[in-house]
């Protein structure tokens, strides 16, 4: 189980690697690190590039933390600890895509807030907790037309939902990796919240941008 984590981490911030956004900019020549927020995510997206390439960017955001879920599935579902541990490697698959969004190793300043690529953990390892987040985030956004501040909500809510959930035994984890898991969770969320440090500033300031589906001129 050890090497297996090691082994899904690094797959899993191989994935993390291709950025999205970043690409989808360079392939109509623009540089999302620097325009708007200079973020390379969805948000940012949509508001450089307009809703198409922002949806795209979601897309692959999402399927980039699905995507080596999968691929460690296949490789260890046949192990000695597949029944009762193979979640959990799935978990550090989605973990490790988030650290490789986040923190790029070709461009460690400019990587992406995990918010797309988290909920790809979710779908995969949480989903009881998908409908709440999305109906709370939809409902803070569509409210306050602050994306920022519906990330982080959800962020807060993921960790109390799962820790929730495994306090009620509703997790598909063995008793022995289920508090492993919250520890993911909750690293997970702690990472959202920090990568978006800058935007709780404007947000405090009351500078924060809105969020639009037009893109900037």
């Not at 911030?13 to 392939?27: D, H, N, P």
């Not at 795209?56 to 597949?82: C, E, H, M, Q």
């Amino acid at each position: 189980m050890f090497i297996a984590r090691g082994v899904a981490l690094i797959i899993g911030y191989i994935c993390g690697l291709f950025l999205t956004g970043f690409i989808m900019g360079k392939a109509v020549n623009v540089d999302l690190t620097t325009k708007g927020s200079g973020n390379v995510g969805t948000t940012n997206t949509i508001r450089i590039l307009g809703l198409p390439l922002g949806a795209l960017t979601l897309l692959g955001d999402l399927l980039k933390g699905v995507v080596p879920a999968i691929v460690v599935y296949f490789i260890y579902r046949n192990a000695s600890f597949a029944s009762e541990g193979i979640a959990l490697i799935m978990e550090y698959a989605c973990f490790g895509a988030i650290l490789g969004h986040d923190f790029p190793i070709y461009m460690l300043k400019k990587g992406g807030k995990g918010v797309a690529t988290s909920t790809a953990m979710v779908l995969v390892c949480f989903p009881k907790a998908l409908p709440l987040l999305i109906l709370t985030f939809a409902l803070i956004v569509y409210l306050t037309r602050y994306v920022s501040l519906g990330s982080i909500c959800v962020a807060v809510l993921y960790s109390v939902e799962v820790i929730l959930f495994a306090i009620l035994g509703w997790l598909y984890y063995f008793y022995n990796y289920k508090w492993e898991a919250c520890v993911l969770v909750v690293l997970a969320t702690v990472l959202c919240v920090w990568k978006h440090r800058s935007n709780i500033k404007r947000l405090l300031s009351k500078t924060e941008n809105k969020f639009s589906f037009h893109p900037q001129s």
